[in-house]
Every structure is written in structure tokens, then in C-alpha cells.
Nanobody, 119 residues
Framework: QVQLVESGGGLVQAGGSLRLSCAAS????????MGWFRQAPGKERDFVAA????????YYADSVKGRFTISKDNAKNTVTLQMNSLKPEDTAVYYCGARLGRIGPYDYWGQGTQVTVSS
């Protein structure tokens, strides 16, 4: 069992920056990937970024590549999403997820944190 708690959301002006953190507890050593997803009102949950916990390989959605950076601190069981050059279309609830396998669905989710970018 893995528990995930997101923090760092808030209101920011377009062009600004925000840093989200995901604190994991439980059997995190079995997780293969941890990632960030977001869901805007009336839309489906979309992939944002992910990181392999063992190799450190990162993956980004085209919409955020060059602006967002995902990183991890294995000792602290924490994954961070640094968001720069924020746009109004980045407004969404951001969720942290953990996936146990190299391939497959994400197995655990946090409750989400709201990010609002004003124009």
C-alpha cells in the first residue's frame, strides 16, 4: 500500500512559477514510476510528467516540455514538479500517481492540489 499527498498548489499569474511536491509513504520501493497528471474542469485526466524511480529517466507531455521539470529524492520519498512559464491553460487539479510496473496503469493516486493561473 502506498499513500501519496500533494502540496504546493495555489494561484499564480501567467508567466510565473510554482513548485508541487508529492510525499509518498508505505511500500514505495516497489514503485517503478511516479508521475504527475492534471484534470481541468470538464476534461479528462491528462499525463503531465513521469520519472523512473530507479533509472531516473524522465518523460513529459509535449504541452509542458521545456517549461516543467520533474525530479525525485529517493531518500525523502518525494517527487517534485517545478512549473515555470505558467499559462492559463495549465489551470487544473494536479494529481501525483505511482505505478508499480514498467508497463500498466498507475496504481495509487493522491487527492490532488489545485493550480490556478490567471491571465
Amino acid at each position: 500500500q502506498v499513500q501519496l499527498v500533494e502540496s504546493g498548489g495555489g494561484l499564480v499569474q501567467a508567466g510565473g512559477s510554482l513548485r508541487l511536491s508529492c510525499a509518498a509513504s508505505g511500500s514505495t520501493f516497489n514503485s517503478y514510476f511516479m508521475g504527475w497528471f492534471r484534470q481541468a474542469p470538464g476534461k479528462e485526466r491528462d499525463f503531465v510528467a513521469a520519472i523512473a524511480l530507479r533509472g531516473g529517466t524522465t518523460y513529459y507531455a509535449d504541452s509542458v516540455k521545456g517549461r516543467f521539470t520533474i525530479s525525485k529524492d529517493n531518500a525523502k520519498n518525494t517527487v517534485t514538479l517545478q512549473m515555470n512559464s505558467l499559462k492559463p491553460e495549465d489551470t487544473a487539479v494536479y494529481y501525483c500517481g505511482a505505478r508499480l510496473g514498467r508497463i500498466g496503469p498507475y496504481d495509487y493516486w493522491g487527492q490532488g492540489t489545485q493550480v490556478t493561473v490567471s491571465s
